[in-house]
Each structure stands twice: as structure tokens, then as C-alpha cells.
């Protein structure tokens, strides 16, 4: 096997371990709307209205990465927004801990206010921060087996 080959196969591991948390978290965030809504306003940083924008389409960003991503479609842009989305998350949980607010994420549903002492915020961040090392990979190396990207690119040489 070569070393691309392998590096191909690494990729199309991580594009899909990142689609099935984006269609994971999405699916769960759309399920129950209004629990989705709670967790966003717990974050307390978005004025009243962006809160309800928010809430409401963070399920349909998420499903939308996922299936882009297990198809391969766009895989680099769909990687590079959500390095992005990645990034918000990391900074909107490590702003709440420095705040000394007490939530849950509700990354994967759920969320809003917990009881003190019951916060998660290391293993959060560091869960996010692996899955922004999945994304920045599918940046940077974008080729994967699978993917319908491979489809639309001409090979070198190609008539």
C-alpha cells in the first residue's frame, strides 16, 4: 500500500467520523427544538432575537456539513466552515467557563443550566478540539475514497 493510499484511507476515516457527529449533534439539536433553544440562551452572549435564529438553524448547518461530508461533496470548504463552527463552539464553551457559568454544551442535545460542580467544560473543549483536528486534516488534505469530489476533478493527463 502506498503512502497515499494510506493518508486517502485516513481521510475518508475522519471525513465520516466528522459526518456521523455533525448528523449525530444535528439530528439530536433538531429533535427537540425547544431544548435546543434553552441551551443556546444559556450560553448568555446573543441578543434575544439572534437566539431564536440561532437555535433554529444550528441543526440544519450541522445535518448539512454531515451529509456534504459523507458524500464527499466540497469536502475542503464543507471542512473549512466547520473548522469554523468548531472554533465558535470551543470559544462559546471557554467563554462560559471563564464567565463561571454553569451549563451543559447541549453539543449533542440537551444543554442549558446545570447545577454547579456539574459542568464539563475540559472534556468539551478537548472532544471539540479532536474534532477540529479531524476537519483541519480534510482542509488541508481533502482527498478521500468514496467521495463524489473525485468525481467532478480531472486527472493530470485527462482529455
Avoid at 470559544?91 to 454553569?102: C, N, P
Wanted: charged letters at 15%; aromatic letters at 8%; one cysteine or more.
Amino acid at each position: 500500500m502506498t503512502k497515499g493510499t494510506v493518508l486517502d484511507l485516513v481521510g475518508t476515516l475522519f471525513r465520516l467520523g466528522l459526518a456521523g457527529v455533525w448528523l449525530v449533534s444535528g439530528w439530536l439539536k433538531a429533535s427537540d427544538p425547544n431544548q435546543t433553544y434553552i441551551a443556546v440562551q444559556a450560553y448568555d452572549v446573543l441578543p434575544g432575537g439572534l437566539v431564536s435564529v440561532t437555535a433554529a438553524a444550528m441543526p440544519f448547518l450541522e445535518l448539512a456539513l454531515g451529509v456534504l461530508l459523507v458524500v464527499g461533496l466540497g469536502t475542503r470548504l464543507t471542512a473549512l466552515l466547520s473548522v469554523v463552527v468548531l472554533l465558535a463552539f470551543i470559544a462559546a464553551v471557554a467563554q462560559s467557563w471563564a464567565r463561571g457559568l454553569s451549563i451543559d454544551c447541549g453539543c449533542f442535545g440537551g444543554g442549558g443550566p446545570v447545577a454547579e460542580g456539574d459542568t464539563r467544560y475540559p472534556e468539551e473543549i478537548a472532544r471539540d478540539i479532536g474534532f477540529l483536528v479531524l476537519a483541519v486534516w480534510l482542509a488541508v488534505r481533502p482527498r478521500t475514497r468514496l467521495a463524489l469530489d473525485g468525481r467532478f476533478t480531472r486527472t493530470a493527463g485527462a482529455a
